[in-house]
C-alpha cells in the first residue's frame, strides 16, 4: 500500500512515541548503532519503517459517490 506523506509521519510519529515509552524495537541495533544515531526514536522508527516492521495500519474511509 502507497501510503501519504501525511500518513508516513503520522506512522512514524506514532512508533517513535511508542519506543520513547519504552516499547522494544522491532529492529535489531547494536550498542555501536544506538549510539552512532544518539538513542533517537524518530530515527529508529524510520529505520522500522524502511524494513517494512511497524505494526501500524491505516484505515482510509471510501468516499460516497455523489448522483
Known sequence: MEYT?????RIIGARALQISQGAPFMIKLSEKDLEKIGYNPIE???????????????????PEKKK
Open 44 to 62: 529508529i522508527a524510520k529505520m522500522e519503517y524502511k524494513e517494512d516492521l511497524i505494526p501500524i495500519d491505516i484505515k482510509r474511509s471510501i
Open 5 to 9: 506523506k501525511y500518513e508516513h509521519a
